[in-house]
């Protein structure tokens, strides 16, 4: 009875653990974690096997209303999937000359922030056919930013180093 009792329990505790890992490894669907900021693959989701999608296939959108920031400016950034649906994004803002993170994102619903990277990831995985967030400069700067990151269809389709288009650089990379 008791070597019953411990396969008994042994099992249990394997069916709990692969439980408890099994949402892990499916995927993010609250969003990026702070530790995508310092992958070894820049911009890349932890998608299993998955890789990124080629950008002459992307069919979204992503546009930022400026790339000059002076102290406390506020940019807008949307992606528009037009008639195509996201699920997951996660961009950040970076310096054109330096490549280093700078400003940071207003929190808006169904986002969340990643201030250590000046980033911005979707706080759920329902489709969306369009998100819009607002940057905000150092306030002790001025220049030229950019804002790349991925833009998630779903768990193996995905795009990654996408860079804004604004107005004054349409179709250009920064």
């Known amino acids: 009875m008791l070597h019953r009792n411990k396969s008994y329990c042994v099992l249990v505790t394997v069916i709990a653990c692969c439980l408890v890992l099994i949402p892990k490894t499916e995927s993010f669907p609250d969003g990026a974690p702070a530790d995508t900021c310092v992958k070894s ?6 998608h299993g096997a998955a890789r990124s999608q080629s ?14 920031y002076g102290p406390g400016t506020q940019i807008q950034v949307t992606i528009d999937g037009h008639q195509d649906v996201f699920r997951g994004f996660f961009l950040q803002a970076r310096d054109a000359q330096t490549n280093e993170w ?4 207003y929190e808006t619903p169904n986002t969340k922030t990643i201030p250590e990277c000046s980033s911005v ?5 329902r489709d969306k056919q369009q998100a819009t967030f607002v940057w905000q400069a150092p ?9 790349t990151g991925t833009i998630v269809k779903n768990y ?6 996408v860079v804004a288009s604004t107005p004054e650089a349409k179709g250009r990379y920064v």
């Open 41 to 46: 693959r820049t911009n890349q989701p932890n």
């Open 55 to 68: 950008l002459d296939t992307l069919p979204y959108q992503l546009t930022a209303s400026g790339n000059l």
């Open 102 to 105: 700078i400003g940071s994102w």
């Open 121 to 125: 990831t979707h706080a759920d995985n």
């Open 139 to 147: 306030k002790d700067r001025q220049g030229q930013v950019y804002f």
């Open 156 to 161: 193996g389709t995905f795009w990654s180093s």
